[in-house]
């Protein structure tokens, strides 16, 4: 008992660090993120990716909406969400005249019901919330069978540990609102096994950033 309130705690404490990290990052967040490499990245995440306009789409960790300049937003319906106030107004700002639907929220805690989704996409996410395994899981847990979660984060390289020197900084970057140590195959492992990897592409500096699709099985 005592262990699951120090854990609860803990949790409260990260999510409130992560609000003033990202306050801080709200207004020059575009100048790193959505322009140069990381601008190229996330065209490269989105090619090829066709979303029906019929489909309910969860934007998770929305952040500026940088994603949503790369989407189709004619007649779809799109709900994104986000922990920061401070992001989610700056992607208000540059969508202010269409019906997507902004909410401030926890995506390690959505409170969406269980399949009610046709398309997660998750950018960048992963690896900056507190808990990357309870936002995999919500992320499934919304998701409808048959449907599709689109990745982009950074993951450690596959079959491979963190090397000693990152592993010393680790703590510290993560104060900085990121992980570089987040092993995307033990997320899979630890899923509930209704999630099939689809493709899973390296994209950016040398493979450290990743494009992956998966899709939830049929039960």
């Not at 994603?67 to 107004?89: H, K, V």
């Not at 979660?149 to 592993?167: A, G, Y």
Request: aromatic fraction near 10%; hydrophobic fraction near 45%.
């Amino acid at each position: 008992m005592q262990k699951l309130e120090t854990d609860r705690r803990q949790s409260a404490l990260n999510n409130y660090w992560n609000k003033i990290i990202y306050k801080l990052w709200s207004p020059v967040y575009d100048i790193f993120f959505n322009a140069g490499p990381f601008l190229a990245a996330r065209k490269n995440v989105f090619h090829g990716i066709t979303i029906n306009h019929q489909q309910q789409v969860l934007v998770v960790g929305v952040g500026t909406g940088a994603d949503l300049e790369l989407l189709d937003l004619d007649g779809m319906e799109i709900t994104a969400i986000d922990y920061s106030e401070d992001m989610l107004n700056q992607a208000r700002k540059k969508f202010k005249d269409s019906s997507i639907q902004f909410i401030e929220m926890d995506a390690q805690q959505m409170t969406f019901a269980d399949n009610q989704f046709d398309v997660v996409i998750g950018i960048l996410i992963l690896s900056v919330v507190p808990h990357a395994e309870d936002c995999f899981k919500e992320m499934e847990r919304v998701l409808k069978p048959g449907g599709e979660i689109l990745l982009f984060d950074k993951f450690l390289p596959r079959e491979k540990k963190l090397s000693l020197p990152k592993k010393m900084i680790r703590p510290a970057i993560k104060l900085l609102g990121t992980d570089i140590g987040l092993d995307f195959d033990r997320l899979v492992e630890n899923n509930n096994g209704t999630l099939l990897v689809k493709e899973d592409v390296p994209v950016l500096f040398n493979g450290m950033y990743r494009k992956i699709v998966l899709s939830k099985q049929r039960i």
